[in-house]
């Protein structure tokens, strides 16, 4: 590989940085060098302000009028609407609800009612564990003895799509490695099998263009709290494709989902559209703070999004490139942008150790177990100079063994 | 009925309340006598605080190391300790998660899966819809032959415990006439027939003490936005018996309800405590204002609590009794304390425009089709001068027919 060719020069990069304005708005601390927003996304300004009138104005002083005088009823669909647009969607196919685990059952439950003489779930060994959980959970809950298969490579997926295999259930980009699949091939190639294929965009939304209809992509759920920028345990989102709306299909039958829920009917009537796979009441303070975030993407063009990212990963590897072989760190994400999310990733010995040395020096990634370094590329708010800083200090700390020191190693709930 | 028997004086009660000094405690709008606290609870002055700190240091200055720094991975428990004070459970059996809906799908699932042999859920038909919807969602995935049978009447429960049923599942108070059943005495029956109990406290929990340890409940649920006053589509709760904790019990496997989320296990192996009914990432700004909306009740005595509860209904229906049969007003709440929660419910023609017109004037109740009009009493920041002046403008409203103006039957989308 030579690290020479289409040499990024950082100064230069952020001068022509047709996004750079978006970083005034956003909080960022002073003295951090955030590689993380592929796990918490920074803070966009406007969503305290936001979050203190809705609790001042709309709970403290309207109370239970909020409801109907702040809309608050329909923030699953208004917070939806904005999501379709980053991720292809057509109106009404997207609702802002619950969590990303919860929204899966929903659709794989769905997909299965959809699919009910095949008994195999197709996933990844390295998909986010959770989502092989809640598999594990829908097959256990139906008991007509569905399994779940998972594929050791990507490449051994297309083998593993025969006529026994109800559902394809992968994330898009790969929360460790960063690899990234044909979303319109994999999807084709399903379908020509009978396949319903569900994405997990968790990794996608808000980092890349994607087109969940242009793929005929049969389901989708995702994350509110990563490159959305929606807060700490935001709300997640789920897509259902038109042609699978309707009917009585997701089991979390709750009344947000009931074509009519102020008529206390004791009888459930699920809504026609997307709105059936809503559940409880929505947890509003978490939803305007997305809704907020949510806004700031309306000005915002996804493919001047993925050339940044793609440009701020080609100058991370070009930098570590002159390195990384030195101390033993392997890229564990692939060269070619066309395979990738918006994240670097590195295998490496002490790489918790190592982690927690960059944090120390400001520099924040996160490490994933065994042994992965991760690096998020957020290109809202993170600017040339501060990828080319950070594989710097990564630099100095390997050079120096600063990670070698005993509070290094010490492990958190959360890495 | 003599209603001038134990007549309650307004100025004498709010002198001699115990609780006076909560009301500070709250932001309360001028003008309004909030008597909807049994839908949305007031706004506990110190959240506004406590919310915009996580947004500006939690979340914008420390980022995604607040999961540890905060202690954000732990809110459910934290939260879930704090209720459990309130409703008579021991430590670790309740966590604060997902909606009311969510969790009565994750423990009817578990009750379900505790007693394999049998295939009736006893509820009843005046049960809030939304658990009704639930039972027949779980009910339908399981597709095992279970099947929901209600009851006509809360006289008719104890008739339909047989062999055959697997669970009973019940709210303990009615959300629309404020009924209340004995749970003592009908979690004793259903065990008498080996029958699994839900109890869903949502018009129970902050409204009056309660003891789910000493009823021997297997399962309950709950929610945080009513009496609790955490804030609109707050996090809701759930406990689990100790008895009934360990196993694989619950579909809704996401991975904060692993053993070790952050091991990044491929297989789920759930946590043996309570925690194993969490799912998905927590949603941090929703469980933060839970959290310090549930701080104030730390200093609140329940047995004080319930008194002024069953006073302020006594006063309320008194004032009611003394013009309630010449306009047509139907009292749909028992008069025995004994059998009832923290709400009055009258039952009349045009409950939906009088409901109007009181709110025109400042009277926050609200309106429950068919025909309820239900006012809920918060002991924590209502005066008895307020209840009585309720009963007074609801008199005028009615003595002139204020409420018969077309503007008041304009249908809003939640009622």
New interface residues.
């Given amino acids: 590989m030579d690290s020479t060719a289409n040499k990024i020069d950082p100064a230069r990069a952020d001068r022509d940085d047709p996004l750079r304005a978006f970083r005034d708005r956003f ?1 960022l ?1 002073q003295g ?1 060098i ?1 590689l ?1 927003g592929n ?2 996304g ?2 966009p300004k406007s ?2 302000q936001r ?2 009138k809705t ?2 104005e ?11 005088s702040a809309d ?3 923030l699953p669909q208004r917070v939806g609407e904005r999501i379709a647009r980053l991720i292809g969607a057509e109106e009404r196919t997207v609702v802002a609800t ?5 929204n899966l ?1 929903k659709v794989l ?1 769905a997909a299965l009612d959809l699919n009910p003489d095949r008994r195999k779930i197709v996933s990844e ?1 390295e998909n986010f ?2 989502d ?3 598999a ?3 097959a ?5 003895g569905h399994r779940l298969v ?1 594929a050791d490579t990507p490449q051994d997926i297309l083998g593993m799509l025969d006529e026994d295999v109800a559902v394809l259930m992968l994330t898009h980009v790969n929360y460790r490695n960063g690899y990234r699949h044909d979303m319109a091939a994999l999807t084709k190639s399903a379908h020509e099998k009978g396949i319903l294929v569900i994405w997990d965009l968790a990794h996608t939304a808000g980092a890349m263009p994607i087109d969940l209809t242009g793929a005929q992509a049969d389901f989708a759920i995702g994350c509110g ?1 990563k490159y959305l920028n929606g ?6 989102f789920l897509y259902v494709n038109p042609r699978h709306q309707g009917g ?1 299909r ?6 947000f ?2 074509r009519a829920p ?7 009537r699920p809504s026609e559209g997307v709105e059936q796979y809503l ?9 305007v ?1 997305m809704d907020e975030a949510m806004a700031l993407w309306d000005d915002v063009d996804m493919e001047t999004v993925r050339a940044k990212s793609v440009a701020m990963c080609d100058l991370f590897i070009q930098e570590i490139d002159t390195y990384a072989e030195e101390f033993g760190l392997k890229l564990a994400t692939p060269r070619d942008p066309h395979l990738r999310g918006s994240q670097v990733s590195y295998s490496c010995h002490n790489g918790y150790a190592i982690m927690q040395a960059l ?1 120390a020096r400001g520099v ?1 990634g ?1 490490f ?2 065994p042994d992965i370094i991760r690096f998020g590329m957020a290109p809202l708010y993170l600017s040339f100079a501060e990828v080319s800083e950070a594989a710097a200090i990564l630099k100095q700390i390997l050079e120096t063994r600063t990670w070698d020191q005993p509070e290094y190693h010490v492990r ?4």
């Fill in positions: 909080e601390p951090v955030y993380d796990s918490l920074a803070l969503v305290r979050v203190a609790i001042s709309e709970w403290g002083e309207q109370l239970i009028r909020s409801w109907n608050w009823v329909h619950d969590s990303t685990s919860i059952f439950s060994r564990p959770t092989l959980y809640i594990e959970g829908v256990k809950q139906i008991g007509k998972l709290y807060g700490p345990g935001a709300p997640a009585f997701q089991p979390l039958s709750g009344w989902g009931h102020f008529d206390f009917d004791a009888d459930y559940c409880g009441t929505p947890p509003v303070l978490a939803m703070a944090i924040i996160d994933r177990a958190g709930a959360v890495t």
